[in-house]
Structures are given as C-alpha cells and as structure tokens.
C-alpha cells in the first residue's frame, strides 16, 4: 500500500509462491508414504489444466494457488501472468513469462527468492537504461539530419563533448561535408574516440572525393577499407564508377566495373546507366555494346534495364548517327517491363529528328497517342521545330495552335515560330508573333525563369 508504483506479475506473485512450494512438498511427500496408487501431480505434468484455472479464477495469483493445491495441481509460468493480468494489476517491468518461470525456481529450491528478485531488478534496471539510450541516441540522429550548416556542426560537437556520438552520427556528418580536409579529420577524430569506421564511413569518404575530383584519395580510402576487413557494397563501387565517369577516362570505368564485378558485388541498374553514360559521352559504341548485352543477357540474375538506361543507349547511338540501332533499342524497350513515359519519348522523338527524316520523326510523334503518353511543350516543340527547319510553316502553324490549345505556350515555341516565318518571307506573321511574345511577356505564366528566357529570346529574334 506504501508503493507509489504499481505491481508487476512478478511482485504480485513472489510472497505466494514459495508459500506453495511448500504445500506441495507436504503433499508428494504424504503420497509417497501412502498405498494409494493415485500419484500426485509434480512440476513435470502438464500445464494445459492449471492455464484453464487461471482463466476461471478471480481474486489474483493467492487464489489461484489455492485452487491449484486442492486440485493438487502444478502452477505454470503463463498461468501466474494470466491470474494477475485478471486482477488488472499493471506491468511496470518487462518481466513477461521468464519472469514466472523465475518464481518457480525459487520455490523449487534452487536459487533463494530474495537473489532471483536482486537479479530481476538489476536486469529490468540495464534494460530500461539501454532502451533510454537507444532511443536518445535516435532521437539525437534525427535532430542531426534535419540541421544543417553550423547548427548542424555546433549539435555534432555536443554529441561529442557528451561522449554520446556514435557511428551514425559521424556518418551522417561525412555525408554532409564538402571539404576534403575536414573528412579526413573527422574520420581521426572517430578513431580517437574508439568508434569502429564502417562501410558507410569509407562510402562516404569515397564518395566525397569522387565528387571533388580526387580520384586518388579515393583509391586510398578505398584501400584502407579492404585493410580494415570491410567489403566494399554496391554504393561503394557506384562511387567510383559514376565518379570516373564524370571526371575520369574510360578505361578506369571499365577498370572499376571490372574490380566490382571481381570482389563479388553484381552490377545494378545504376551501374549500368553510369557505364552506359561514360560511353555515350565519349562515343566508345563497341565498349557500351559489350557491357550492355553481357549485364543485361546473362544466365544468373540478369539486370532489367531502367528508363534511364534506355535513354542514354538512344542518346549513344544519336551521337554516332545510327537511327537503325535506336529502333532496335526502342523495340527492346516496349518489349521490356519499362513503360515509356513523357521524357524518355521525348528524347527517342528529338534523337530522331536529329538523324533521320521527317516522316520517321513524325512517326515517332504519333507513336506517344499509341502508347498513351501525354505530350507536353517540349513535345510539340521537337516537332514543330522540324517543320520549321523544313520551310514547312503551314504544318508547324497549324501545330502551334494545337499546341496553344493543349498546353501552355512558352518564349522558345514562339521563337521557333518566328524563326519560320522569316525563313520563308513571311514578316507580317513574324512581327504578330513577336508583339504576342512582349504581350505576354508582360504577363508571365512560368515566374521569373520564363521571363529571363524572353529576354534571351528577344535579343536573338
């Protein structure tokens, strides 16, 4: 009556328990003195019954282990909880079924009741403290990765001056650096403090000198990282792949896929699309031929190309003038799981007018209604362009005002427009087209970034 906490099953049950430990040494030692044949039942019996007794029991755990020695019948764990959860007496500690099944060691003699309880208390204390730990050390974590700048610096050097900064919290640091110096030393600084580097670490690090060109410090993060016993993950070599891509030649592309593919990760669809963009760039066909049909038509687990990679494989074969290739690349992606969206056809339309005629381009345009993909301006205006480049103003007139009446006009539409018309003598039309361009110049829909393209556009016009 004293505690200000509410009992848990394990106090409710303790006071009882050895009580009727007792009760029931009496009654196998009267049975074995006995000539009765009837056996009483021991702790070895089943405790289906007494889990039964429990449920039809009201008046707590003291009752319940009056029913049971009638009935001389053993007392289970599960059924000690069930009697005090009848009761409503509330759970302050995770005891759970462990927690009874510690009262029915105590009363069987084997530690004493007094040192089970010290025990329990000391682990229910561990427990409670780690869980507060851990769910401090989230929420510091998520407070970390929503500051930034100095706020976020000034929180981490909180954490650290604490000792309470974990791996996670250097990692989400390294993340956010820009600096190749300051990751060098914030990664001493996590050695200092006795913090283990992770994969995450050494991505991080890789990554951020991949981004700034510092393609041998990456080589030698990624160095001490096989040194340390971690395996480098897909994220790692993608790093370094896309990396070199950007900043880097080739052959050191194919060199890392190489070293990926060596060190047993299998190459993702991202992977694919940095090699497959590292060739497009530097117009190596064979090499992203090669790299292409090897990854995606391989025996085990073959990489399902993206929209991203069949973009860069029409925009590969565009840059060499090869519109034979980007229909076999376009009929492998319809017969593929990708589904076409608005961009990707866009680009197989602006990559056709490019290199083929005008009745394939058309026929790329009409193929959109087809697939069901919406058009938007940039649509229209790949084509339109091509009639305009063509002399043909009366097909590109007619639409533009399909276009006017489907989305919303921008200056590079009507630049084109204008364009056309003085291409073919037309200046009347021109001038029109050029007082609607200031018109709604002056009302702009798209903000400050149309306007900036009007100005443009005007000075070339």
Same mark, same amino acid.
């Given at each position: 009556?004293?505690?200000?906490?509410?009992?848990?099953?394990?106090?409710?049950?303790?006071?009882?328990?050895?009580?009727?430990?007792?009760?029931?040494?009496?009654?196998?030692?009267?049975?074995?003195?006995?000539?009765?044949?009837?056996?009483?039942?021991?702790?070895?019996?089943?405790?289906? %019954?007494?889990? *039964?007794? @429990?449920?039809?029991? &009201?008046?707590?755990?003291?009752?319940? $282990?009056?029913? #049971?020695? !009638?009935? =001389?019948?053993?007392?289970?764990?599960?059924?000690?909880?069930?009697?005090?959860?009848?009761?409503?007496?509330?759970?302050?500690?995770?005891?759970? %079924?462990?927690? *009874?099944? @510690?009262?029915?060691? &105590?009363?069987?003699?084997?530690?004493? $009741?007094?040192? #089970?309880? !010290?025990? =329990?208390?000391?682990?229910?204390?561990?427990?409670?403290?780690?869980?507060?730990?851990?769910?401090?050390?989230?929420?510091?974590?998520?407070?970390?990765?929503?500051?930034?700048?100095?706020?976020?610096?000034?929180?981490?050097?909180?954490?650290?001056?604490?000792?309470?900064?974990?791996?996670?919290?250097?990692?989400?640091?390294?993340?956010?650096?820009?600096?190749?110096?300051?990751?060098?030393?914030?990664?001493?600084?996590?050695?200092?403090?006795?913090?283990?580097?992770?994969?995450?670490?050494?991505?991080?690090?890789?990554?951020?000198?991949?981004?700034?060109?510092?393609?041998?410090?990456?080589?030698?993060?990624?160095?001490?990282?096989?040194?340390?016993?971690?395996?480098?993950?897909?994220?790692?070599?993608?790093?370094?792949?896309?990396?070199?891509?950007?900043?880097?030649?080739?052959?050191?592309?194919?060199?890392?896929?190489?070293?990926?593919?060596?060190?047993?990760?299998?190459?993702?669809?991202?992977?694919?699309?940095?090699?497959?963009?590292?060739?497009?760039?530097?117009?190596?066909?064979?090499?992203?031929?090669?790299?292409?049909?090897?990854?995606?038509?391989?025996?085990?687990?073959?990489?399902?190309?993206?929209?991203?990679?069949?973009?860069?494989?029409?925009?590969?074969?565009?840059?060499?003038?090869?519109?034979?290739?980007?229909?076999?690349?376009?009929?492998?992606?319809?017969?593929?799981?990708?589904?076409?969206?608005?961009?990707?056809?866009?680009?197989?339309?602006?990559?056709?007018?490019?290199?083929?005629?005008?009745?394939?381009?058309?026929?790329?345009?009409?193929?959109?209604?087809?697939?069901?993909?919406?058009?938007?301006?940039?649509?229209?205006?790949?084509?339109?362009?091509?009639?305009?480049?063509?002399?043909?103003?009366?097909?590109?007139?007619?639409?533009?005002?399909?276009?006017?009446?489907?989305?919303?006009?921008?200056?590079?539409?009507?630049?084109?427009?204008?364009?056309?018309?003085?291409?073919?003598?037309?200046?009347?039309?021109?001038?029109?087209?050029?007082?609607?361009?200031?018109?709604?110049?002056?009302?702009?829909?798209?903000?400050?970034?149309?306007?900036?393209?009007?100005?443009?556009?005007?000075?070339?016009?």
């Amino acid at each position: 009556a004293s505690r200000t906490a509410p009992l848990s099953p394990f106090q409710l049950c303790a006071p009882v328990v050895s009580q009727f430990a007792k009760s029931v040494e009496a009654s196998s030692a009267s049975s074995a003195s006995s000539a009765s044949p009837t056996r009483p039942s021991t702790w070895t019996t089943s405790w289906r %019954s007494s889990n *039964a007794l @429990a449920r039809q029991t &009201a008046g707590g755990p003291t009752e319940l $282990l009056k029913a #049971l020695n !009638a009935q =001389r019948m053993p007392a289970s764990p599960s059924s000690l909880l069930a009697s005090a959860r009848n009761t409503r007496v509330s759970r302050s500690t995770p005891g759970g %079924s462990q927690g *009874a099944r @510690a009262f029915v060691k &105590a009363s069987s003699g084997e530690p004493s $009741l007094e040192e #089970l309880v !010290a025990i =329990r208390q000391r682990e229910e204390s561990g427990m409670q403290n780690g869980l507060q730990r851990e769910g401090q050390a989230r929420k510091d974590m998520a407070h970390l990765r929503r500051l930034s700048g100095e706020q976020k610096l000034n929180f981490f050097t909180i954490l650290c001056n604490r000792r309470v900064a974990n791996a996670f919290h250097y990692n989400a640091m390294l993340s956010a650096l820009s600096d190749s110096a300051k990751g060098r030393t914030l990664l001493l600084q996590m050695i200092e403090a006795k913090i283990t580097p992770d994969v995450v670490t050494y991505t991080s690090l890789i990554t951020l000198e991949m981004r700034l060109g510092n393609t041998g410090k990456a080589e030698i993060y990624l160095t001490e990282m096989k040194a340390a016993g971690l395996k480098p993950n897909v994220r790692t070599h993608s790093a370094l792949v896309e990396g070199y891509g950007k900043r880097g030649t080739l052959d050191r592309v194919l060199s890392s896929l190489k070293r990926m593919e060596e060190d047993g990760v299998e190459p993702n669809e991202f992977i694919l699309a940095s090699v497959m963009d590292a060739c497009a760039k530097r117009g190596a066909t064979e090499e992203a031929e090669e790299v292409f049909d090897r990854l995606t038509r391989r025996a085990e687990r073959p990489i399902q190309p993206n929209k991203h990679v069949f973009t860069v494989m029409i925009d590969l074969y565009a840059r060499v003038g090869s519109s034979e290739k980007i229909k076999e690349i376009w009929t492998r992606l319809k017969e593929s799981d990708v589904r076409p969206d608005t961009a990707l056809c866009n680009a197989y339309i602006s990559c056709m007018d490019k290199i083929s005629s005008l009745a394939e381009t058309k026929a790329a345009y009409n193929e959109m209604a087809l697939l069901n993909v919406p058009r938007d301006i940039k649509t229209y205006t790949t084509l339109i362009n091509a009639y305009s480049q063509r002399g043909l103003i009366l097909e590109a007139r007619e639409l533009y005002k399909e276009t006017c009446s489907n989305v919303a006009r921008d200056a590079q539409i009507m630049c084109i427009m204008m364009d056309g018309y003085c291409k073919v003598g037309r200046l009347d039309e021109a001038i029109e087209m050029l007082n609607d361009l200031v018109e709604l110049a002056a009302n702009p829909p798209h903000g400050a970034e149309w306007m900036g393209e009007v100005d443009r556009r005007k000075a070339d016009a």
